[in-house]
T-cell receptor, first 110, second 118 residues
């Protein structure tokens, strides 16, 4: 069983829709990251959180440590949000190693 | 400046060639990382440099040789690579170095070098 599970694997939505991507993990973590990867490579760190909720522009990330679950929300989605969104965490056992989810490929249609 | 830069963007090399990938950051970060990413897979950690010293080598073959000439620059020297080494090579940096107790820090990633080995 993977230590981190992301859902959905693929998501296609219309511009303006509210988007939710979920991430569940099975071990104790010290922090969870949400990252964005556009086609062609570069990865951008969106959030790092260990409790509660963070907001940046139209992006909101939440984490529930007891339930070992995190969500990434995008409000008023736009075609430029199309990318792969990845959750990754640092476990309490190995803090340098990021354990990566498989990613969610998001396509926002105009 | 919150940017990690990588050069070249694309590299095609033969199995007998020697080439180098370069990564640079001017954020004063003390940890730098090399990752390898195959298509549709998450990145795999290769090396970590902490305070310009190699602190973690994830059992990477010796045909990959990292070098950290100064606190802003990280190189990855390539020699006698195999076609299966073709991948996206990502560099990242973080302000704090990974240690036993200090665990959490954002890693800033570069755009990557897409490497093709013929």
């Amino acid at each position: 069983k993977n230590e981190v599970e992301q859902s959905p694997q693929n998501l296609t939505a219309q511009e303006g829709e509210f988007i939710t991507i979920n991430c569940s993990y099975s071990v104790g973590i010290s922090a969870l990251h949400w990252l964005q990867q556009h086609p062609g490579g570069g990865i951008v760190s969106l959030f790092m959180l260990s409790s509660g909720k963070k907001k940046h522009g139209r992006l909101i990330a939440t984490i529930n440590i007891q339930e070992k679950h995190s969500s990434l929300h995008i409000t008023a989605s736009h075609p430029r949000d199309s990318a792969v969104y990845i959750c990754a965490f640092q476990s309490m056992d190995s803090n340098y190693q990021l354990i990566w989810g498989a990613g969610t490929k998001l396509i926002i249609k105009p | 400046d919150t940017e990690v830069t990588q050069t070249p963007k694309h590299l095609v090399m033969g199995m007998t060639n020697k080439k180098s990938l370069k990564c640079e950051q001017h954020m004063g970060h003390r940890a730098m990382y090399w990752y390898k990413q195959k298509a549709k897979k998450p990145p795999e950690l290769m090396f970590v440099y902490s305070y310009e010293k190699l602190s973690i080598n994830e059992s990477v073959p010796s045909r990959f040789s990292p070098e950290c000439p100064n606190s802003s620059l990280l190189n990855l020297h390539l020699h006698a690579l195999q076609p299966e080494d073709s991948a996206l090579y990502l560099c990242a940096s973080s302000r704090r170095v990974p240690t036993g107790t200090m665990s959490t820090d954002t890693q800033y990633f570069g755009p990557g070098t897409r490497l093709t080995v013929l």
